[in-house]
């Protein structure tokens, strides 16, 4: 046999997958991942310690990491930043453990995403950031972390045209939580006059929502 095509021919046996070890990692994937569902720390410790990969994903993308985040597993989450785990890993809905602590109000949790890598150019479906959902849903404590965090973009805008304050607006009732939300917002330093992509501003918003008391708030903050 020409030397050239024996070469190709066992360049081609070499590069054909082994179906018994394709077999045996996907099991021992979807082991790892059922031990993170499942929240078994010693478990998931034991594999990843043998040389389990961190940033498994599963089916949809989503990351080990996003996995414990998502089921409020506080510990396991721990337990994978500890082992490496990459904090800003999307799935395919673009979430993020980052991006899903916030728009949950896991403010332990964003600590240690803030303090392992937590990127602040990584946005969410909507091209919203961690703050923007967590202003919607009045996370209290959430929101003052993330607004008083260095360089967070506070007024960052998504793709409805919203800004983090015209979150809380638009789609707060402007309770209590809503006015506490927009004071941290202000003592952080948000551009009250960023309108949305109609032109509507803050404010008017909060008069046409009758939301007085925060309308209150932005008046006499532009005064």
Known sequence: MNIFVLFIVLNLFQAQPNPVKTTEMKQEQSALLEAVKQNKLHEVEKKLQAGADVNTRDENKRSLLLIATQALHFDMAQLLVAHGADVNQQDKQLA??????????????????????????????????????????????????????????????????????????????????????????????????????????PLQHAKRANQTAIANLLEETAN
């Open 96 to 201: 993020s453990p980052f991006l899903h602590a916030g728009a949950t109000g896991q403010t332990e949790l964003l600590k240690l995403f803030l303090a392992n890598g937590a990127r602040f150019d990584v946005f969410n479906r909507y091209y919203g950031s961690a703050l923007i959902p967590a202003c919607e849903r009045a996370h209290i404590e959430t929101v003052r972390l993330l607004a008083n965090t260095q360089d967070f973009p506070i007024d960052h805008i998504n793709r409805l045209g919203w800004t983090a304050l015209l979150e809380a607006i638009i789609l707060g009732d402007g309770s209590a939580k809503y006015q506490e939300v927009v004071r941290i917002l202000i003592a952080a330093g948000c551009d009250i006059s960023l309108a949305d992509g109609e032109g509507v501003s």
